[in-house]
């Protein structure tokens, strides 16, 4: 998934979570949610492992923005399952980094310039998600320091992935800060939802309260934020 709200129509102050999609087949939706400082719901379906798909969505959502930028693109497809060291395939392997790993970078690519356009129109101010950004929807299960809940699933394949992500991420705030576009990567939490299981852990969070805090953390993220890894409630994670 991601989401979006058109630069010429002001700060984006909040948007809601779209369902996380699984794998096959791992679909985006482009969304400008009405209430949210935009104009009514546009969606557009785009799958984010084939290229094709991709850039018929980001023509369609420059199409729809005209002149205007793009302020932000939040990369929330994901898929997951918990395979193990004894039995995780190169098919399994693949399946997730074109998901979770290669999606972000093509779509990041896809709506580059439309990012590149809404950090243009504000020349002046530092780096924020009302100006350009790229949030990615990583994991803390992806962090290689403290790999992150181990002893509830060894989940090889979505830790690599995510892990993957996250220095995609770095590279990104690297590469775009010079066009005023910030990126981070974020853990929403052990969120209770179909793809987070069943096991119970004083440590999960509704989908309401994770949403909630990214979107606080969001409106809050600054110059000194670009290339970092942090969770729902703001806390910088280690990598």
């Known amino acids: 998934m ?10 984006l102050p909040g948007l809601p979570a779209l369902p996380t999609p699984l794998w096959p087949p791992a679909p985006c939706m ?7 400082g935009c104009s009514p719901p546009h969606l557009g379906p785009a799958e984010v492992t084939e290229l094709a798909s ?16 793009l302020n932000l693109l939040i990369n929330n497809a994901g898929i997951g399952n918990n395979s193990s060291l004894d039995n995780v395939t190169q098919e399994d392997l693949a399946q997730k980094y074109a998901t979770n790993t290669i999606g972000p970078l093509l779509l990041s ?5 439309l990012l590149k356009k809404a950090a243009q129109g504000s020349p002046g101010s530092g780096l924020s998600c009302s100006k350009a950004a790229i949030i990615n929807m990583s994991s803390y299960a992806g962090s ?14 979505y830790r ?6 996250n220095m995609l991420t770095k590279c990104q705030s690297l590469g775009y800060r010079e066009h005023g576009i910030l990126c981070a990567a974020f853990h929403p939490g052990w969120v209770i939802t179909d793809m ?23 409106s809050s993220l600054s110059e000194k934020d670009t290339g970092t890894f942090v969770d729902w409630e703001g806390k910088v994670l280690p990598w």
């Open 30 to 36: 482009v969304a400008v949610p009405d209430g949210f």
């Open 196 to 218: 987070g299981g069943t096991i119970e852990n004083k440590t999960r969070v509704t989908v309401d309260v994770s949403v909630r805090g990214m979107l606080k953390v969001m």
């Open 160 to 165: 690599c992935s995510k892990a993957a992500l």
């Open 2 to 11: 991601l989401q979006l709200c058109p630069a010429d129509e002001g700060p």
């Open 109 to 113: 690519q896809a709506f580059l310039p």
């Open 54 to 69: 991709i850039k018929a969505a980001a023509a369609s959502v420059g199409e729809r923005l005209k002149d205007s930028g």
């Open 144 to 157: 290689i320091q403290d790999v992150y809940v181990w002893e509830y699933g060894e989940a090889i394949s």
